[in-house]
């Protein structure tokens, strides 16, 4: 990414996908502002076109009448070798560790934050997260190969 300035204007140009990720992690926990993929859409989309979503996720309330999906990246790049193997094991998904990163992502997902708010807000309601688990596989070996080879080691890339 590069910052120009032309006067008094800035103009932003080859900002990624990840540059938007990595900005909004830089803000307090709690401002509302939108997701990385929601910031790219709003700012970059009508320029470059729309950038496909890094690492899919998806959340739900039990009785599936809220839903959430978003990009995970982030998490993946922040989160603990130690994590993400958790989250590997209990199968991408409808477990502990996905709820985690759903939970991380609404710091600054206001759609996730939602779902999560609808499940708390009711009596005897969950939610479950799932990560697309191919699209993280993939992902992991591009930035994270130290990750992947621990994956792979423990047959969790099957």
């Given at each position: 990414m590069?910052?120009?300035?032309d006067?008094?204007?800035?103009?932003i140009?080859?900002?990624?996908?990840?540059?938007?990720?990595?900005?909004?992690?830089?803000?307090?926990?709690?401002?509302?502002?939108?997701?990385p993929?929601?910031?790219?859409?709003?700012?970059?989309?009508?320029?470059?076109?729309?950038?496909?979503?890094?690492?899919?996720?998806?959340?739900?309330?039990?009785?599936?009448?809220?839903?959430?999906?978003?990009?995970?990246?982030?998490?993946?790049?922040y989160?603990?070798?130690?994590?993400?193997?958790e989250?590997?094991?209990?199968?991408?998904?409808?477990?502990?560790?996905?709820?985690?990163?759903?939970?991380?992502?609404?710091?600054?997902?206001?759609?996730v934050?939602?779902?999560?708010?609808?499940?708390?807000?009711?009596?005897?309601?969950?939610?479950?997260?799932?990560?697309?688990?191919?699209?993280?596989?993939?992902?992991?070996n591009?930035?994270?190969?130290?990750?992947?080879?621990?994956l792979?080691?423990?047959?969790?890339?099957?």
């Amino acid at each position: 990414m590069r910052i120009l300035q032309d006067g008094s204007r800035y103009l932003i140009v080859d900002v990624t996908h990840e540059d938007v990720a990595n900005l909004w992690r830089l803000l307090p926990k709690g401002v509302e502002v939108p997701g990385p993929h929601e910031v790219w859409s709003k700012l970059v989309d009508p320029i470059m076109g729309k950038p496909e979503i890094a690492i899919p996720a998806d959340i739900h309330t039990d009785d599936h009448q809220h839903r959430a999906e978003f990009d995970a990246v982030a998490w993946f790049q922040y989160a603990s070798d130690g994590v993400i193997l958790e989250l590997a094991r209990s199968g991408w998904g409808g477990d502990y560790p996905a709820d985690d990163v759903a939970r991380a992502c609404a710091d600054h997902n206001k759609e996730v934050a939602a779902v999560l708010l609808a499940a708390e807000s009711q009596d005897e309601m969950g939610f479950e997260c799932h990560v697309n688990k191919e699209r993280a596989l993939a992902w992991l070996n591009e930035h994270r190969h130290g990750v992947f080879v621990q994956l792979e080691q423990k047959d969790l890339t099957e």
